[in-house]
């Protein structure tokens, strides 16, 4: 059964995206280590390629399949550009 994250979750990249579109990122409040490997389009893809090692951003997932630790991302919350200090705002 496919886990949803119905709320965006701040993750920090502890790996960037590799040849295959594959990246890691940590989840802030648990410390769970997620692997990103598919995207809901191609400017989201492009945006998570674009962050370093460190970078922090808040992302919407859900999980692909049922026996691996393997996530689509749906989407990228905040405003702007994500970069390695973005946190969750509540104001516009």
């Given at each position: 059964?496919?886990?949803?994250?119905?709320?965006?979750?701040?993750?920090?990249?502890?790996?960037?995206?590799?040849?295959?579109?594959?990246m890691?990122?940590?989840?802030?409040?648990?410390?769970?280590?997620?692997?990103l490997?598919?995207?809901?389009?191609?400017?989201?893809?492009?945006?998570?390629?674009?962050?370093?090692?460190?970078?922090?951003?808040?992302?919407?997932?859900?999980?692909?399949?049922?026996?691996?630790?393997?996530w689509k991302?749906?989407?990228?919350?905040?405003?702007?550009?994500?970069?390695?200090?973005?946190?969750?705002?509540?104001?516009?």
């Amino acid at each position: 059964m496919a886990g949803l994250s119905t709320t965006p979750e701040l993750v920090t990249v502890r790996s960037e995206m590799n040849d295959h579109g594959s990246m890691t990122v940590e989840l802030h409040e648990t410390n769970e280590t997620r692997h990103l490997v598919e995207y809901e389009s191609e400017r989201i893809r492009n945006t998570l390629a674009s962050l370093s090692v460190g970078s922090r951003v808040p992302l919407e997932m859900t999980r692909v399949g049922s026996r691996s630790n393997v996530w689509k991302v749906i989407a990228i919350h905040g405003r702007g550009a994500p970069t390695a200090d973005l946190s969750i705002s509540t104001t516009n």
